[in-house]
């Protein structure tokens, strides 16, 4: 009966994990990290902010209900995912359910992986692995295919790439309701604002979305509050642009590798324009801000992150994926924690004392996860 | 706020019956602990005396009486509460309370609700306001018409089109409610839907669609969080307490997930519920439709559920909550330094599964439906699906090994076994795998979602690849790793790999243990730590899993643990009596110094409450678990005396293991479990017993029955159908039953034993050190010897018995305690007719009765048992029963309304579902106050007699007199009518069903409401199913009418009620009983 290839995660410190192989088979390295999240993995495993990263789920049913169609909206976002494709560089899990069941399945997750040459192991004790990365804090792994050349793999430290600029778009990306444009990022300033206007018809408020590696709910929640969307790439100047506000998006990696983002977002706070970020967004407001970034030991990545808006009652159940928070002691005056998170009281959003800036370290935008903080979009969209 | 309050009354559930058992005791509990630490003073009401949330030091104040308006004004009269807790007591307190807001007492005496406010309750309750309230928010409900008449029940049905479901507004877990298929069906569900309320409710039937719940929470501040959402693996149509159900969902998407949870919270907030509720849907399986079926406002037995299975005490955070904390003051309470603000993260996987016992009914409509039936429930965690199932379907306890290798079901036809579900459908569907039916085919006939079967059918593929085995050397390491994670026993292997031919079941599964073992295939300790290992916890609560590698605590091998085992499912005649005993165990362990583990599965107690022990193994009693838990606790010893059955029946196989068993050795238990045993010793001590027989041949059976003379009592080895014991009074009846109950061979043996009738039975509670007996409580059972003792209604102290009957009683008990050397709790019952004692059993292990005579005596025996199993020094207790200025009844609480069909008679089985323990000042208030806590009433007006036999009229004479007397109209069948009059009692005639055409009809009147009680005593034991009186019975039960069906019982009950009235009844606490 057992067919599948064994297949083993070794970490950095040597200890090595045995397990059967159920993606595509090719070893395989990156930063191994886990999530705690019990639904959610075709949205987790095409979240670009996983780029990079070796996703071990601890929930130990995994595959259940199959991988719903890849399809596209007329405006190019995918219809069920949050990218074009998976982004984790693999997949760790328990048990694994090859059979699936549900309405809008189309295939397994194992034929998923497969085709889109991601590896997955089951058979693993993810919470003894868990637990191993708890103590130790995140590791660098290997996956190794049980009679497959494994060769070398040629590690690079997590931290030092930069992820970002693997993930984001390279061209400017118009959306509007059910339509999108494309724009190379040569386009001279003017043509660009004039362009925009007359796709504008309606007089849409205008938002520019910085995109550091952008979950597509992220744009679908504002094109859902009837904005118009131009979504940049991670480091293009958009401050010679018209437009109503920024968002900046989520993304993978270390944030100190996006300076030039951080660049150009500080020439925005000059303004008054309303500016909202998530999660890398949070963390690149703050730098602009003149805050500083610190790495978590093993980050939060999960959908029962507990948060507090800072000086209320009013507290909330967030999604969360991110390695890296935002130093609070190392705010400017002008800026003050907007929430805190009640388990370990880090960082979880920022805002100016003045002006209209705001941002969360979680997701409002969910996808996966609850969906409790899905007024942040609301609050960004009636500033504009 | 909660500066404010100072005193808190909590209502309680009363006797556990079937939709509100045991998670009652455990959610009042935690909830009473929640409120004591904040330096508050709590009252408690809960007649039911067998519970936790009623023992020493769990509140401050307890009332042993009924939970309704009536007393518990008087309550609030006399305490004064600022606060009043109506959450935490199941439908019973909830009814209670709104009843006291409604009626303006809790205004007039100045009572705050505390949590949600008693208007979401009503909007919650009453389903035109709930469908009103949800429409507001544009959320879904199904729709139903609210009817008051049965003609625009048959109007509303006709225009929703069938199928539709019937219920009757506020009514316990789906009582009076069921599918109809057409006017017919519904005709019958209506009438009887009615009887339980003037409001039903008919609406569309969504069978098919899978059923999901939520649970959640909402402070004051409008903070919310769902602790757990639960996916029924049995589709809608099957009421979700008849259903398995798996926690988290597994069939959902994290759309499906989300939707379904922002609804929740969206509902919550809009009721304005303060605390926790729970939320359930309907779900489409082809889409993202639903419709919410109903919000419970109330702790419930999925809150328990949600509890157990998260780790996340919803019951305590619910009583902060109503003090005015917010969620955000309150920690997680496993971690101890996160918040309680925040959902579960589970990694690993629970599945519920429900305990029938409908064997134990004459007639029982076996079908599973919209109304519940079940006794009991089990949980089992596991981090595979197959693993859960598998150790669940061993834990319900019904001889089952699992999915696959159990004994050979017999089912005619598999289709219609498949579409129409019973109690045992689980062990249909492993049937029908084996006879090739494909999951489609499984899926078209159930609706069960495809991923529940496929999962199964990965059972039966190992199976198949174990049976392909012929030794255990031919199995693969990988493929017994496999059978292990998908949670197959050690028996289930060693099944497979014999089949027919395993001769000696514990040898061969002992090798597959030890073979397994040496491969190095053992099952890892893992937490329930609510955060799945995201923050370090330093939680006791485990579960042991083949799924890992690595065990998350360690191990001191100090031998300064002692375990104690649980008592598993609630099931008739073994209930929350014993979760008792277990606790009571455990806190006398820690008190005196050593660390106290508790292994059980039930997640309707408080045992299994991890902050009861040291180590709380939430896992199987099965011989091969608690090995497995032995071998790396490596405890002082065990104890296996407080749970009840189960452990006691492991002591032998544990003893060959040599295990460390505390108090009473193996070997005298064997000798009191073992008839021949048992017998041949009294014999040798020169005590009496009744005289027995195990014999193999209709001759044998004659020749016995001859000589001992009728009535006899039967008690086969291998039942065929019915109950397991019965009575024969004449010939043609022994005959009857052993044709169509028993199969009598060699094989299957059955025990004849002389049946001794008008005779008392007596009980001797008691512990003993090293055979002496150092405390006892002797009680008197109300009923003749014939009712089963845990249906009987006993007095203690004894009331009625001679000085020398309980000389002799006490003399015998002392002879066997010393001949067994008996080392801890037991209980002999006895017979007593004249002066002449005869002992009919023997068990060394706390009885049902222990929390009861410990509370009325006020020594709790199971602290004295462990202490002495401890091996400490105790000193014989000053205080007897024979000081007692007060009298305790214990009554019987049947569920006999939710069990279609049953025919509500007292037998040798036991039937009842609970019980309470009222005290009084004499008999009669203590009787009064019992069987008002029963659901009994104090009849208006018209009361219907049939009295059977000529002894037992003779026996209810005194007490028709009271009753003509007291001005009660009597009502009376033929022969009642005739003796009555012989009497001078004045009796109106009515008729039986079966002499029809005549005028009045007994049937009619109960049918038009026109009586209030009804008394009919079965002329003879063996009840057969379709007589007269058997509709008269049924009759009173569908319609709601109080039954009595025992002569002493009634005459008990209607002595108190004639010569006492609801006003002298005395408001006085358990402390007031000095």
């Given at each position: 009966m057992q067919t599948d290839r064994i297949a083993t995660l070794i970490l950095d410190d040597g200890t090595t994990f045995r397990g059967y192989s159920f993606g595509y088979e090719k070893p395989v390295a990156g930063e191994v990290v886990f999530n705690t999240a019990m639904t959610g993995y075709p949205e987790s495993l095409t979240d670009?902010?996983?780029?990079?990263q070796l996703m071990v789920l601890?929930?130990?049913?995994?595959?259940?209900?199959g991988v719903p169609p890849r399809t596209f909206q007329?405006?190019?976002?995918s219809t069920f995912m949050e990218?074009?494709?998976?982004?984790?560089?693999a997949i760790i899990i328990s048990d694994y359910s090859r059979e699936y069941s549900h309405?809008?399945?189309?295939?397994?997750l194992g034929d998923w992986l497969k085709e889109e040459h991601i590896p997955g192991i089951y058979g693993i004790d993810t919470r003894a692995l868990t637990k191993k990365l708890r103590e130790h804090g995140v590791m660098m792994g290997r996956i190794e295919i049980e009679g497959?050349?494994?060769?070398e793999l040629t590690m690079d430290n997590y931290g030092e790439v930069n992820y970002v600029d693997k993930v984001s778009c390279k061209d400017i990306l118009v959306y509007s309701g059910e339509e999108s444009h494309s724009f190379g990022i040569d386009t001279p300033a003017e043509t660009l604002n004039s362009q925009l206007s007359i796709l504008n018809c309606q007089l849409k408020k205008k938002v520019v979305l910085l995109d550091c590696?952008?979950?597509h709910n992220i744009i679908r929640s504002l094109l859902k509050r009837n904005l118009m969307v131009v979504r940049v790439p991670?480091?293009?100047?958009?401050?010679?642009l018209d437009y109503d506000g920024l968002f900046l998006s989520n993304g993978p990696?270390?944030?100190?590798?996006?300076d030039a983002a951080v660049q150009n977002i500080r020439k925005a706070l000059a303004g008054d324009r309303p500016i909202c970020g998530i999660c890398m967004g949070n963390q690149l407001l703050a730098k602009a801000g003149g805050a500083s970034i610190y790495k978590l030991k093993y980050g939060h990545r999960s959908h029962n992150q507990p948060v507090r808006m800072v000086g209320s009652e009013h507290c909330f159940i967030t999604s969360q994926n991110h390695g890296y928070a935002v130093?609070?002691?190392?705010?400017?005056?002008?800026w003050e924690p907007l929430f805190i998170n009640m388990?370990?009281?880090?960082?979880?959003g920022i805002r100016h004392k003045t002006k209209p800036f705001f941002s969360s370290?979680?997701?409002?935008?969910a996808c996966s996860g609850p969906?409790?903080?899905?007024?942040m979009f609301d609050r960004f969209a009636k500033l504009l | 706020m909660k500066d404010e309050i100072k005193k808190v009354l909590i209502l309680g559930s009363g006797a556990l019956k079937i939709g509100e058992a045991g998670e009652f005791d455990y959610s009042g509990s935690q909830a009473l602990k929640a409120i004591r630490e904040e330096g508050i003073q709590t009252v408690l009401i809960n007649p039911?005396?067998?519970?936790?949330?009623?023992?020493?030091?769990?509140?401050d104040t307890v009332y042993f009486l009924p939970v309704t308006p009536f007393f518990v004004e008087k309550v609030i009269a006399k305490e004064r509460p600022d606060g009043i807790l109506l959450?935490?007591?199941g439908q019973t307190a909830l009814n209670c309370g709104v009843a006291l807001y409604q009626s303006g007492v809790l205004e007039k005496y100045n009572v705050r609700v505390l949590g949600t406010p008693v208007q979401a309750i009503m909007d919650t309750e009453d389903r035109e306001l709930f469908v009103k309230k949800l429409d507001e928010i544009q959320v879904k409900t199904i729709k139903s018409e609210a009817v008051e008449n049965i003609a625009d029940a048959r109007r509303a049905a006709a225009e929703l089109g069938y199928p539709v479901i019937i219920r009757a507004a506020y009514?316990?877990?789906?009582?009076?409610s069921g599918f109809c298929d057409n006017e017919e069906e519904l005709n019958v569900l209506a009438e009887k839907a009615f009887s339980f309320s003037p409001q039903v409710l008919v609406e569309k039937s969504l069978k098919g669609w899978k059923e999901v719940e939520y649970e959640v929470v909402r402070d004051r501040f409008d903070n919310c969080i769902t602790v757990c959402n639960m996916e029924n693996?049995?589709?809608?149509?099957?009421?979700t307490g008849e259903s398995i159900v798996?926690?988290?969902?597994?069939?959902?998407?994290n759309t499906d997930y989300h939707k379904l949870r922002e609804l929740a919270i969206r509902i919550i907030r809009h009721i304005g519920i303060v605390g926790e509720c729970n939320v359930q849907y309907a779900y489409d399986p082809e889409s993202e439709d639903y419709r919410v079926i109903e919000v419970n406002a109330r702790l419930s037995r999925s809150s328990a559920l949600a509890s157990k299975a998260t780790g996340y005490p919803l019951a305590f955070v619910a009583a902060k909550l109503g003090l005015g904390?917010?969620?955000?003051?309150?920690?997680?309470?496993?971690?101890?330094?996160?918040?309680?603000f925040f959902e579960p993260a589970l990694d690993y996987v629970v599945c519920k599964i429900p305990r029938w016992?409908?064997?134990?009914?004459?007639?029982?409509?076996r079908e599973l439906g919209s109304s519940m039936k079940s006794v009991g429930e089990v949980m089992a965690i596991g981090r595979t699906f197959e693993e859960a199932i598998q150790k669940g379907l061993r834990m319900?306890?019904?001889?089952?090994?699992?999915?696959?290798?159990?004994?050979e079901l017999v089912i005619p036809d598999i289709d219609k076994a498949l579409r129409e579900p019973t109690d045992r459908r689980i062990f249909v569907i492993s049937k029908a795998f084996r006879a090739g039916y494909t999951i489609d085919q499984i899926h078209e006939l159930t609706k069960i979602d495809r991923w529940f079967l496929q999962k199964l059918y990965n059972i039966i593929n190992t199976a198949n690849e174990l049976e392909a085995?012929?030794?255990?050397?031919?199995?693969?390491d990988e493929l017994m790793r496999r059978a292990k994670v998908q949670g197959f026993s050690d028996f289930q292997i060693a099944r497979a790999i014999y089949?027919?031919?395993?001769?000696?079941a514990e040898r061969a599964s002992l090798q597959v243990r030890q073979d397994r073992k040496y491969r190095g295939i053992t099952p890892v300790v893992k937490q329930i730590d609510t955060l799945a290992a995201e923050y370090p916890a330093q939680t006791n609560y485990l579960y042991l899993t083949?799924?890992?590698?690595?065990?998350?605590v360690t191990y001191?091998?100090?031998?300064r643990s002692i375990v104690v085992l649980g008592s598993g499912a609630y099931r008739i005649g073994s209930s929350v009596e014993f979760d008792w005993c277990g606790v009571q165990a455990l806190n006398t362990i820690r008190k005196e110094g050593w660390r106290s583990v508790m292994i059980n599965y039930n997640p309707?107690?408080?045992?299994?409450?991890?902050?009861?022990?040291?180590?709380?193994?939430?896992?199987?009693?099965?011989f091969e678990r608690v090995m497995d838990i032995l071998e790396l606790e490596n405890p002082h010893g065990v104890i296996?005396?407080?749970?009840?059955?189960i452990p006691n029946n492991l002591a032998m196989r544990l003893d060959e293991q040599h295990v460390n068993i505390l108090g009473t050795t193996a070997k005298s238990i064997d000798n009191a479990e073992d008839r021949e045993k048992f017998s041949a010793m009294l014999d040798r001590i020169g005590v009496d017993q009744p005289r027995w027989k195990e014999l193999s041949s209709m001759e044998d059976i004659n020749e016995f029955v001859q000589e001992v003379g009728f009535p006899v009592l039967v008690r086969p080895?291998?039942?065929?159908?019915?109950?397991a014991m019965n009575v024969c009074s004449n010939q043609e009846e022994l005959e009857r039953f052993l044709r169509l109950a028993a199969n009598v061979s060699k094989k299957h043996p059955v025990v004849v034993s002389q049946f001794i009738e008008h005779s008392k039975e007596v009980e001797m509670d008691a512990v003993a050190d090293k055979g002496e007996i150092i405390m006892y409580a002797i009680s008197e059972h109300i009923?003749?010897?014939?009712?089963h003792s845990g249906d009987a209604t006993i007095q203690?102290?004894?009331?009625?018995?001679y000085v020398e009957t309980v000389r002799r009683i006490k003399r015998i008990s002392r002879q066997i305690a010393k001949e067994l050397n008996i080392s801890g709790p037991f209980n002999i019952q006895y017979l007593a007719k004249g002066n002449e004692i005869k002992v009919i059993e023997c068990n060394l292990r706390a009885s049902r009765s222990f929390p009861f005579v410990s509370k009325v005596l006020k020594i709790n025996f199971i602290e004295l048992a462990t202490r002495i199993m401890l091996g400490l020094p105790v000193e014989k207790p000053h205080?007897?029963?024979?000081?007692?200025?007060y009298v305790g009844i214990k009554a019987s609480q049947f569920s006999f309304n939710r069990l279609?069909?049953?025919?509500p008679v007292l037998g040798v089985d036991m039937t009842s579902t609970g019980e309470v323990g009222c005290i009084g000042d004499d008999v009669s208030e203590a009787i009064l106050k019992s069987m008002l806590s029963v659901g009994l009433r104090i009849p208006e007006k018209n009361i219907l007699l049939s009295t059977g036999s000529a002894k037992q009229k003779v026996a209810m004479l005194d007490a028709a007199r009271l009753l003509a007397d007291k001005g009660y109209n009597l009502y009376a069948t033929g022969g009642t009518h005739r003796f009555l009059q012989e009497n001078g009692i004045p009796s109106t005639l009515v008729y039986w069903p079966?002499?029809?055409?005549?005028?009045?009809?007994a049937l009619k009147m109960l049918h038009e409401r026109k009586i209030d009680m009804v008394v009919n005593i079965p002329?003879?034991?063996?009840?057969?199913?379709?007589t007269n009186g058997y509709k008269i019975r049924r009759a009173a039960i569908d319609l709601n009418i109080p039954l009595i069906t025992n002569a002493r019982l009634a005459s008990a009950f209607i002595k108190a009620f004639c010569t006492l009235?609801?006003?002298?009844?005395q408001i006085k606490s358990w402390n007031e009983y000095k």
């Open positions: 670009p902010s996983y780029a990079g601890t929930y130990p049913l995994i595959g259940n209900y007329p405006n190019g976002l990218s074009e494709k998976i982004h984790a560089e309405w809008n399945a189309q295939c397994s497959m050349d494994n060769g590696g952008v979950k991670w480091n293009y100047d958009f401050n010679h990696g270390d944030p100190d590798t996006c130093d609070s002691e190392t705010l400017g005056a002008d388990n370990d009281g880090t960082n979880e370290q979680f997701h409002p935008e969906t409790d903080t899905d007024f | 039911n005396i067998a519970t936790v949330q009623t023992s020493e030091g769990v509140a959450a935490f007591g009514a316990l877990g789906g009582l009076g693996f049995d589709p809608l149509g099957i009421h798996i926690a988290p969902s597994q069939t959902l998407s904390y917010g969620l955000f003051d309150l920690k997680n309470s496993v971690t101890k330094t996160t918040s309680a016992d409908l064997g134990k009914f004459h007639g029982v409509d319900i306890g019904q001889g089952m090994h699992g999915f696959v290798e159990n004994k085995c012929s030794k255990i050397q031919e199995i693969s089949k027919e031919k395993m001769e000696d083949y799924s890992g590698t690595e065990n998350d001191l091998g100090d031998h309707e107690t408080v045992s299994t409450d991890y902050d009861m022990c040291d180590r709380l193994y939430f896992d199987e009693l099965t296996v005396s407080t749970g009840g059955q080895s291998y039942v065929l159908s019915g109950a009923e003749f010897a014939g009712v203690f102290p004894a009331q009625k018995l205080k007897n029963e024979f000081d007692l200025d279609q069909k049953a025919d079966s002499e029809e055409g005549m005028e009045p009809q002329r003879d034991l063996s009840a057969g199913e379709l009235t609801m006003d002298d009844i």
